[in-house]
């Protein structure tokens, strides 16, 4: 959670997870009505081993990811679930047939888009204010085996988001000729690239941003991935080669690798593991996520990028990338920006003993970067949100979303049991102890 809302002082946090236990799972299967494959998973499952599990029974995969697999399913259903996916399939809570969900009153309800809507809507995205999602019927597909993984470096931001958008747009338009993965992060122009990203261009691809003399300051790295096996191998080289050919990145900065299909998806654990290992894992992490609208990211670089970091980006991943907004179901309890496209960045920084920025200067610097949106009149949401009182959540959902998730508190958790810790409802007067 972000700044410990997961945590309910004086109450009870539930384990979901199968710690010790061994699992009962239930297989794939193929639906001739929704015509394809899903699987019925508990909601504690971590999306680590529902991957594991449907690749070994059948070669399948869920659609849409997000970075980290060592989530749990119900936890990312209940805010989005996203990664560089989401532009073609939408988030995971766009991947979804079917839930239970134990509501406020103790009830457990199946619900979907035909049985129950307003609790399938509500607890997608709904922060777990309505329920505790214990099963999620997952949309499947048949997994690739390989993947070209490629980035490239901009010095240009205009071309950079106008790259960004160009291929998010060829999900619209039908057909194969489309990356599979899209995103991009945004680094300083000097030293290497240090943070938990960058294991991609070493030992084999050593890039020292520095020998690129004449840029200063702010680059941006676009980060994209060709799916492919043994059937379209012969053919990848020249897909990537006609989809890179549009682009406007610095000639010489195109680096890529091929990996295993589920290497690529875990690839955030592999430098978990190497973190760990230095005692750099287990620290705060003021992280700070946000939703802009696609007509105001360059106002967003200018006076964030270019102006209160400073171009300073150290302190871990700065990700940046678009989404298509007709992926994601209004009917969601998730609030994005009202434009078409918008995009996700993603201040996923550490406060690292001994570290130029402490934990309270990032802090700070989270402060500044929300109160210039403000001022500016960006119109960014937060995505996994924090905010101090209902009021600043009310505006948050606006005024039209706020009611009616005002109303599913009121009908699915009327005394205000669950996720007390985010302060969006307060609990109703004390009832007797009784």
């Not at 970067?369 to 949401?381: H, P, S, V, Y």
Request: aromatic share 10%; net charge negative; charged share 20%.
């Amino acid at each position: 959670s972000i700044s410990g809302q997961a945590q309910v002082p004086g109450g009870v946090v539930v384990d979901m997870s199968r710690a010790g236990k061994a699992p009962s799972r239930a297989l794939p299967v193929y639906s001739p009505e929704l015509g394809g494959h899903y699987v019925d998973v508990w909601g504690g499952e971590l999306w680590i081993d529902v991957l594991n599990w449907t690749l070994s029974h059948g070669g399948l995969a869920p659609r849409s990811w997000t970075d980290y697999l060592y989530l749990s399913v119900g936890g990312t259903l209940s805010n989005a679930g996203i990664s560089g996916q989401a532009f073609h399939h939408g988030p995971q809570i766009s991947n979804v047939y079917e839930l239970d969900v134990v509501t406020g009153k103790g009830e457990t309800v199946t619900c979907s888009e035909a049985q129950n809507p307003e609790l399938f809507f509500g607890a997608l995205g709904g922060l777990g204010q309505l329920g505790i999602i214990t099963r999620a019927r997952i949309a499947l597909e048949p997994a690739p085996r390989k993947v070209r993984w490629i980035r490239a470096l901009y010095s240009n931001f205009t071309e950079f988001t106008a790259d960004q958008e160009r291929l998010i747009s060829q999900s619209q338009h039908g057909g194969a000729r489309r990356f599979d993965y899209v995103e991009g992060f945004v680094v300083a122009a000097e030293g290497l690239i240090n943070n938990w990203r960058s294991s991609f261009f070493s030992p084999q691809n050593p890039v020292k941003l520095s020998s690129l003399k004449h840029h200063t300051g702010v680059l941006y790295c676009l980060e994209v991935t060709k799916n492919y096996d043994d059937s379209t191998a012969a053919t990848v080289d020249q897909e990537v080669d006609a989809l890179l050919s549009d682009l406007s990145f610095l000639p010489g900065t195109v680096f890529t690798t091929d990996l295993p299909y589920v290497d690529f998806l875990d690839r955030v654990h592999t430098a978990e593991l190497k973190l760990r290992g230095k005692g750099m894992w287990e620290v705060p992490h003021p992280w700070l996520n946000l939703f802009v609208p696609a007509s105001r990211i360059a106002d967003f670089d200018r006076g964030v990028f270019r102006g209160i970091l400073g171009s300073r980006t150290s302190g871990g991943p700065i990700l940046i990338y678009p989404m298509n907004k007709h992926k994601w179901d209004p009917r969601s309890s998730v609030v994005t920006p009202e434009e078409e496209v918008f995009y996700l960045v993603a201040f996923l920084r550490s406060a690292l003993p001994g570290a130029p920025q402490s934990l309270e200067a990032l802090a700070r610097q989270n402060r500044q970067i929300l109160d210039f949106c403000a001022e500016a009149g960006i119109g960014a949401r937060q995505y996994l949100p924090n905010h101090k009182s209902q009021p600043e959540w009310e505006a948050h959902f606006g005024e039209e979303r706020w009611a009616r998730f005002a109303g599913l508190k009121a009908q699915f958790d009327p005394r205000a049991m669950l996720a007390t810790g985010q302060g969006i409802f307060p609990p109703p007067a004390l009832l007797s102890d009784s």
